[in-house]
């Protein structure tokens, strides 16, 4: 399974980004998706995760601001941020769950004035 990660940038405080993640390859079917990040000097942390069934997961942190959504048909995971922090500075990573866990490149989102 491969995975492609696209949507990050340099957005200032408050406002928005959509990451989207495509996975592609030998899939017969997949369990959850989801994206972690890893700000520098921390660990990576789950940000969102959604099963096959719809039902969404959030950090403390990001719940209310984030919402992450699947198109099981395209194989593709999103996540819609918004009201964004400085302190969301990360580098994003997609996985999906298809037997094992698979990983995206990572998206570098920024946010800064």
């Known amino acids: 399974v491969q995975l492609q990660a696209s949507g990050g940038g340099l957005v200032q405080p408050g406002g928005s980004l959509r990451l989207s993640c495509v996975a592609s390859g030998s899939i017969f079917s997949i369990d959850n998706m989801g994206w972690y990040r890893q700000a520098p000097g921390k660990q990576r942390e789950l940000v969102a995760d959604i099963t096959s069934g719809g039902s969404a997961t959030y950090a403390s942190s990001v719940k209310g601001r984030f919402t992450i959504s699947r198109d099981n048909a395209k194989n593709t995971v999103s996540l819609q941020m918004n009201s964004l922090k400085p302190e969301d500075t990360a580098v994003y990573y997609c996985?999906?769950?298809?037997?094992?866990?698979?990983w995206g490149q990572g998206t570098l989102v920024t946010v800064s004035s």
């Open positions: 996985y999906v769950v298809s037997g094992n866990k698979s």
